[in-house]
């Protein structure tokens, strides 16, 4: 090998070490937090914003924690085991914001009709001895995750609309969604409020029936971002999760919800990639995530009316402190209100 043949391999060298200098540096500058979640597809914008690179893009290396059931996630943002939370409002996630542990800082998944997510279900036995419709679980035993959860909240709201009593309903916290499913399976409760994703299998394998969709019944705001006030004080860090946050919720309300019909998304060149996306992340086949597409609002606005009612309905059920309002949990620097 001649001098410049050297000259040139020892320039490549040296040029690959400053690239690698580099990028370690970058990773050096990136923020970092953990973030908790389930794996549902309410939690889409999540899983798209760490695939596509988008919370990196914004300056922030995620880690993402993954739970099986709403309230420890609030529990777990509260101790600093995560620094924030994305999940389902609860009663639990309520008291822990009313007493200033917790701040709301965006809005996530929505019951709405035509997006199929929290569903009703019947154990077959109970399906064949009546229970037909949601307006018939009224004196049934009913399989949710906690008391005060979002599921409770939803059989609230459906008995104010069909006009009868919650305290009817005989409801068994089965503290996690596979406890609720296997139940439901094995007939130790005639009905029980899950998600699509957990319940899908169960259904096609004939072990329940779909009675309906929450959405179709009572839509309301399920899910939130929120932070502690510990976060909240890394002003940048929480700029930079919700800018990466909405920028993935303007791509799967643009990409994914604008063509779901009759409940379905299409499979094709555009939608595709994003659906692999939550399906990786929610361990389902393609063809059950066209199915359990939860709805978004692209740019992240919180509907503030409603949560406004959960709290006062959950605190008219004693399953909230009373003394609070709406605005003492929400971190108003932050919140886009609908």
Same mark, same amino acid.
């Given at each position: 090998m001649n001098l410049w043949s050297r000259a040139g391999v020892v320039r490549l060298v040296f040029a690959g070490l400053l690239a690698m200098a580099s990028l370690h540096v970058h990773a050096d500058e990136l923020l970092k937090a953990k973030v908790g979640v389930l794996r549902l597809? /309410?939690?889409?914008?999540?899983?798209?914003?760490?695939?596509?690179?988008y919370f990196r893009d914004a300056g922030l290396d995620i880690d993402l924690k993954f739970f099986d059931a709403a309230q420890p996630i609030a529990v777990a943002t509260t101790s600093g085991d995560v620094d924030f939370g994305i999940t389902a409002f609860t009663a639990g996630l309520y008291n822990l914001a009313g007493k200033g542990t917790l701040k709301v800082i965006g809005g996530m998944s929505r019951e709405k009709a035509g $997006?199929?997510?929290?569903? $009703?279900?019947? /154990? =077959? =036995?109970? $399906?064949?001895?009546?229970?037909?419709?949601p307006r018939d679980l009224a004196g049934k035993r009913i399989a949710v995750t906690q008391v005060g959860s979002s599921f409770h909240y939803s059989l609230g709201l459906l008995a104010d609309r069909y006009g009868f009593k919650l305290a009817e309903i005989k409801l068994l916290p089965l503290q996690s969604l596979s406890n609720a499913a296997a139940a439901l399976k094995g007939e130790t409760v005639d009905a029980a409020l899950l998600p699509i994703s957990s319940a899908r299998k169960l259904v096609d394998d004939g072990g329940a029936k779909l009675l309906g969709w929450v959405g179709d019944e009572t839509p309301w705001q399920l899910g939130a971002v929120f932070a502690s006030p510990k976060t909240l004080t890394n002003k940048p860090l929480v700029t930079k999760l919700l800018a990466a946050l909405e920028r993935a919720d303007r791509e799967y309300h643009d990409v994914i919800l604008a063509g779901i019909a009759d409940g379905k998304a299409p499979i094709n060149e555009k939608t595709k990639p994003l659906l692999e996306i939550i399906a990786k992340y929610t361990n389902l086949p393609l063809e059950q995530v066209v199915g359990n597409c939860a709805y978004i609002d692209p740019d992240g606005k919180l509907d503030v009316k409603n949560v406004a009612n959960q709290i006062e309905w959950l605190q008219a059920q004693g399953f909230v402190d009373k003394g609070f309002g709406v605005d003492a949990i929400l971190a108003k620097d932050y919140v886009k209100v609908d």
């Open positions: 597809s /309410s939690s889409a914008p999540v899983f798209i914003a760490q695939e596509k690179g $997006y199929p997510l929290i569903g $009703y279900f019947a /154990s =077959n =036995n109970a $399906y064949a001895a009546g229970l037909k419709t």
